[in-house]
């Protein structure tokens, strides 16, 4: 399992494999991938982003779905890419196999848990790569890489041939430098037809959700909304407060709303509470999972990690149907907000890529706000894309729009409508 220098340390294992047809109509010919060690390929051990595990477990049989389309869709694959524990960080941090390095900031995380398939990607190792989103694992790396990251709607692209990590929240996403590929990768993934009927009535501007962010609100709401307001007009903007909106239309969330952190001012209680709810449920069934294997193994996990897996071993079911409750009643609340043809927009994460090795404690407050973002596609299932928008202070920043559940055709169709606008502000 080779990396060097000139890989950004992004590929763990190197390997070809070629398109399964070589016609010149296939939509994704000519383009070259890697995905996350997550993925099932034919013949290599999938590593989970562990040796204890690459240890412990045999050569896939078969080749993940996923995978699979891409391939035959006239792509060709070029190996795994490093990925954190077990799919159980946003830092990018591996300390078993190194930690791929930001290619706009060397100093800072990459971002994970897919952070070798983010850093192939800004590296411009490859065009496109796949990897997987639970908590936030493509949206939060491509954030800190200045790329495009895709978290499709939960149950739409097969996760069959993917080690899980928390099923009510999996899915499988993907990198891109553009609009363009981020869109054809997508109609292969998501089977979408040329012809998308869905036109953009509104986009929602979460002010609150804004406010969160450390990044002045004219670097990313601005930027945004001159380039709707030139393209759409004005009349189709809206502004909302999210949380406010979330407490009043999800009741089940009384149930982990903190009542003590319910007046700080970093803070926005009904998120909060959306991501305690996440956590948990993550918590819950990353113990049904793997559980067994980690008491029976007892893997070496590193900083961090370590901690969350061995909390997640303790979850009992207490809460665990209030969960699920509170995934329905949320999606139910956003389609309302949003129809089938309206776009909510809210910053990726709260502030640019920390540090590398930051003392986890110290993370702690940033990783609190980024889920508390990060819940809301994640809880409701809603397709999102982080999109970058240049820098500030040098290093990278993004937002993020979402879209109803099953409407991943038209957030992709949006997305580049708006790309060559927003590159001009």
């Excluded at 979850?315 to 665990?320: F, R, V």
């Amino acid at each position: 399992m080779a990396t060097n220098s000139s890989d950004y340390g992004a590929l763990m294992e190197k390997f070809t494999l070629q398109p399964q047809s070589s016609s010149h109509q296939l939509p994704l010919r000519g383009l070259i991938f890697a995905v996350k060690d997550i993925f099932d390929v034919e013949g290599y051990v999938t590593g989970f982003g562990n040796p204890d595990w690459a240890r412990t477990h045999s050569a896939a049989a078969s080749t993940a779905p996923a995978v699979l389309d891409i391939l035959q869709a006239g792509a060709t694959c070029v190996g795994k890419t490093v990925m954190d524990e077990m799919a159980y960080s946003i830092n990018g941090e591996n300390k078993h196999y190194g930690t791929p390095t930001n290619p706009c900031a060397a100093d800072r995380v990459p971002g994970g848990s897919s952070s070798g398939s983010a850093v192939s990607v800004g590296a411009k190792l490859v065009d496109f790569s796949l990897g997987t989103d639970t908590g936030g694992s493509i949206r939060v790396p491509a954030s800190y890489c200045k790329i495009f990251g895709f978290r499709p709607s939960h149950g739409i692209v097969s996760t069959s041939g993917v080690i899980p990590m928390a099923q009510s929240f999996d899915t499988v996403g993907w990198f891109a430098r553009d609009p363009v590929i981020l869109k054809r990768v997508g109609k292969v993934l998501l089977q979408l037809r040329d012809d998308n009927p869905v036109r953009f009535s509104r986009i929602v501007v979460a002010e609150d959700c804004f406010k969160l962010s450390s990044i002045p609100s004219d670097q990313l709401i601005e930027v945004l909304i001159s380039s709707i307001e030139k393209l759409y007009g004005s009349q189709k903007i809206e502004y909302a407060s999210l949380g406010k909106y979330v407490e009043d239309s999800v009741p089940s969330l009384k149930n982990f709303i903190d009542n003590g952190t319910k007046n700080q001012e970093d803070n926005i209680p009904s998120l909060a509470a959306l991501s305690s709810a996440m956590r948990l449920l993550q918590r819950y069934e990353f113990k049904n999972n793997h559980g067994e294997w980690v008491r029976s193994v007892k893997p070496d996990l590193g900083p961090g990690i370590a901690e969350r897996v061995w909390e997640a071993l303790q979850t009992t079911d207490e809460k665990i149907d209030v969960c699920h409750s509170v995934k329905t009643e949320l999606r139910a609340a956003l389609s309302t907000l949003l129809g089938d043809s309206g776009i909510l927009a809210m910053p990726t994460v709260p502030g640019p890529p920390p540090k590398l090795q930051t003392e986890p404690t110290t993370l702690e407050t940033f990783r609190a706000k980024a889920f508390s973002l990060l819940s809301v596609a994640g809880v409701s299932g809603f397709c999102q894309v982080s999109i970058p928008l240049g820098t500030h202070d040098g290093l990278p920043i993004a937002v993020s729009l979402l879209a109803n559940h099953g409407s991943d055709g038209f957030l992709l169709d949006f997305v580049e409508s708006i790309e060559s606008t927003l590159k001009r502000q």
